[in-house]
């Protein structure tokens, strides 16, 4: 993916910290301020805000899918489970007031960037299969079902779907049984 049009920035520059602060679960100013020959956390972020959200996603996606498909048998059929990921926020909306969901008080804030994924536990360990981001101006079921549609191109048979009571809607358990018939 490109960086900045016209910046000396380089992406293999930015890369290696977005993925250690995926790695280590942290965040970008985490990884920059303890590391050493690392651009600054606003260069990051600058760059990163010059992607576009889609193509983002969609690449996510197809490394959790080979990582998955890496780990897994896929004659074994899987326990999925899918749920919503708030990552808290502190600011306002860069481009567009639905980018921001309101959610219950943490860590000083009301809002977060919202995301639904599905994953499997295998060893003990979550392996995610798909995540989608979920804006507040549309409907959560929406993304569950793009999540649910990702899952369904894996090779392995869905034996339990997992979901809380969040997720206790028609149109999900719908779409959920629609999934387990394929």
């Not at 809002?111 to 804006?135: D, E, Q």
């Not at 048979?157 to 009571?165: M, P, Q, T, W, Y």
């Not at 719908?174 to 387990?180: C, T």
Request: one cysteine or more; aromatic letters at 8%; glycine letters at 4%.
């Amino acid at each position: 993916m490109e960086g900045i049009e016209g910046s000396p920035l380089d992406s293999g520059d930015i890369w290696p910290v977005v993925t250690m602060a995926s790695v280590n679960q942290s965040s970008v100013w985490e990884v920059t301020s303890q590391t050493d020959d690392t651009p600054c956390d606003d260069t990051v972020m600058e760059w990163l805000h010059t992607l576009q959200r889609h193509q983002l996603e969609m690449a996510a996606n197809l490394l959790f899918r080979h990582l998955a498909l890496t780990i897994l048998d896929p004659d074994r059929s899987r326990i999925v489970s899918i749920d919503f990921v708030d990552n808290p926020y502190h600011g306002s909306p860069d481009e567009d007031s639905g980018e921001l969901c309101k959610t219950t008080p943490t860590d000083g804030t009301t809002t977060c960037h919202r995301y639904c994924t599905a994953y499997v536990v295998s060893n003990g360990k979550p392996v995610t299969l798909a995540l989608t981001y979920v804006r507040s101006d549309e409907k959560e079921a929406d993304a569950v079902e793009r999540v649910l549609d990702r899952v369904g191109t894996y090779p392995f048979e869905i034996d339990l779907l997992l979901a809380d009571r969040g997720f206790y809607n028609e149109r999900v358990i719908r779409r959920a049984r629609d999934q387990r018939r394929r």
